[in-house]
T-cell receptor, first 114, second 114 residues
Framework: EAGVAQSPRYKIIEKRQSVAFWCNPI?????LYWYQQILGQGPKLLIQ????????DSQLPKDRFSAERLKGVDSTLKIQPAKLEDSAVYLC????????????FGSGTQLSVL | DQQVKQNSPSLSVQEGRISILNCDYT??????FLWYKKYPAEGPTFLIS?????DKNEDGRFTVFLNKSAKHLSLHIVPSQPGDSAVYFC?????????????FGDGTTLTVKP
């Protein structure tokens, strides 16, 4: 069974530029999460989708971050414009549904904003 | 306000000895707890979990203990092996609400010396 796929693995941009990350969850998983992990900290939830609907985006900085999961399968997270403090690993995770007990994570995208 | 805390950023143990990783939480509504393991450049992977109706769950070399009155859980690894060297994240959730959202601690880096 294929795991959660993310791309790119690494991205280096300058502040004020835009960047996009892509995630393809495990086949059949209805719930998709985007987490931000800053160095030395644990993953922090940015947004959660159930199929193509947003369940929780309370921690998403909506003035610069956006995410979509149009067909209820893969998802894109965008930052525009990026700030220095956005440097982090962006992790995508999926679970069978909202009652799924554990998360399956991708390898993440490491973003450096210079 | 950090609801899940791992107060030890790092732990070093000798191969064959016991590793004990600790986690404290503040939200009494949490009813399900998980441990994830993370190797460098990879996403976290699920290790073991425990429901609040139990006080112990065991899986091979890994045992998780839950003390609800103290709002404390611990992960025991016996015997520790060099391959166990990784970052361990404690996570907590409210199973039937919060739409499955998991709240993570900041992690403990375990080093097992041969």
């Amino acid at each position: 069974e294929a795991g959660v796929a993310q791309s790119p693995r690494y991205k280096i941009i300058e502040k004020r530029q835009s960047v996009a990350f892509w995630c393809n969850p495990i086949s059949g998983h209805a719930t998709l999460y985007w987490y931000q992990q800053i160095l030395g900290q644990g993953p922090k939830l940015l947004i959660q989708f159930q199929n193509n609907g947003v369940v929780d985006d309370s921690q998403l900085p909506k003035d610069r971050f956006s995410a979509e999961r149009l067909k209820g399968v893969d998802s894109t997270l965008k930052i525009q414009p990026a700030k220095l403090e956005d440097s982090a690993v962006y992790l995508c995770a999926s679970s069978l549904d909202m009652t799924g007990e554990k998360l399956f994570f991708g390898s993440g995208t490491q973003l450096s904003v210079l | 306000d950090q609801q899940v805390k791992q107060n030890s950023p790092s732990l070093s143990v000798q191969e064959g000895r016991i590793s004990i990783l600790n986690c404290d939480y503040t939200n009494s509504m949490f009813d399900y707890f998980l441990w994830y393991k993370k190797y460098p450049a990879e996403g976290p992977t699920f290790l073991i979990s425990i429901s609040s109706i139990k006080d112990k769950n065991e899986d091979g070399r890994f045992t998780v203990f839950l003390n609800k009155s103290a709002k404390h859980l611990s992960l025991h690894i016996v015997p520790s092996q060099p391959g166990d060297s990784a970052v361990y994240f404690c996570a907590a959730r409210i199973l039937n609400t919060n739409a499955g959202k998991s709240t993570f601690g900041d992690g403990t880096t375990l080093t097992v010396k041969p």
